[in-house]
Every structure is written in structure tokens, then in C-alpha cells.
């Protein structure tokens, strides 16, 4: 199995080409540097989820385009697996269980929040919801300038189509699952 970054590398190859786009141009798009997009796509590095909401955005498509692995009639996915997409520094760690394959209009994430960890994410395409179910620990939901405390047990659901973030307000860990919807 190709690890995340190779996948994301062919994956965003494929997108520019497709779109016929070149580096300079999906750099103009995307706010990302020529080169740092060059090394994407030679699969070198490791890009965070921020960079890649860039570059999908920049290309106007779901996020999940970008991890999107081949297509087989099954699959039992090992979150041991998978290789997380990290962000503050590390202490969140976000699985892509099963990517948004472009036709299905939904994903499934499983994310791990270290205590005290935090993470903004930039705005999803126009119309996404998320679904997040928490399993362990306590988070605190910042979307659409409200901010709601979810804890092991209980579910959310919002728009995702502006900046929103996510904080372990908790003692321990916070383990969830998140459905994104792209209507």
C-alpha cells in the first residue's frame, strides 16, 4: 500500500493535469509555492492538512480528491494503516478512513486530539456539513462563531463551509469519527 503521501503526490498530479493546470499556475490558485508543490508531488516531505486545503481549494475540489486511494469493490481499512495528515505539531492526527471518491459526495475521518491540542481548519467547499460523533474525551467546536463543548458520547453537526476549529478541552486524549458532506 502507497503510503498518504504518495497517495496525496499522484493524486494531485493527476488533478493538475487533468485541469491543465500548470505548477506556476495552481501556485497563483493555491497560495502554495511552485516549490513546495514540486515536492508534493514527487511525494517528498509532509504536507499539513492546511497546505492541502490550499491546494484542493485552489483547484475547487473536495479535499478528499487529494487522498483518494484506488478503487476496489471492498476494503477493510487498518487505521494502523494509514498514514495521519498531522497538525499542531503533531498532536492532532486526522485518518482518512474512506476518502470522498468524487461520486460518493461524502467522507469518513477518524481523529486523534492530544490533550490540549488545537486545530483551525480552513473553510470546506460551499455547502459541506460535517458529522462528528465524539468517543473519547471532551472537544470544543468553534463554527459559525458559536462555540460548543462535545464530549465522549455525544454528536455535532454543522457547516463546515467557513474557517472553523477544533480544541481538546479535556484531560485525556479525544477520539472521534467525522463524516464530511460536499452536497
Request: glycine share 6%.
Amino acid at each position: 500500500m502507497d503510503s498518504m503521501n504518495q497517495i496525496v503526490a499522484k493524486n494531485i498530479k493527476r488533478l493538475r493535469e487533468e485541469n491543465k493546470l500548470s505548477m506556476d499556475e495552481l501556485a497563483k490558485l493555491s497560495g502554495v509555492s511552485k516549490s513546495m508543490l514540486a515536492q508534493i508531488e514527487r511525494g517528498d516531505g509532509n504536507p499539513t492538512i492546511s497546505t492541502l486545503w490550499k491546494i484542493a481549494n485552489g483547484m475547487k475540489v473536495p479535499f478528499d480528491a487529494l487522498t483518494v486511494r484506488p478503487k476496489s469493490p471492498y476494503e477493510i481499512v487498518k487505521t494502523s494503516d494509514i498514514q495521519p495528515l498531522l497538525e499542531d505539531g503533531g498532536k492532532v492526527k486526522n485518518y482518512s478512513i474512506f476518502p470522498d471518491n468524487e461520486n460518493r459526495r461524502f467522507a469518513v475521518y477518524y481523529l486523534e486530539l492530544d490533550e490540549g491540542s488545537y486545530w483551525e481548519s480552513e473553510p470546506h467547499l460551499k455547502g459541506t456539513i460535517e458529522f462528528i460523533t465524539v468517543f473519547a474525551g471532551k472537544i470544543e467546536i468553534c463554527a459559525d462563531r458559536q462555540s460548543f463543548a462535545v464530549e465522549k458520547g455525544e454528536s455535532i453537526r454543522f457547516r463546515a463551509d467557513a474557517v472553523h476549529s477544533y480544541k481538546n478541552i479535556g484531560s485525556e486524549p479525544a477520539v472521534l469519527h467525522m463524516i464530511l458532506f460536499n452536497p
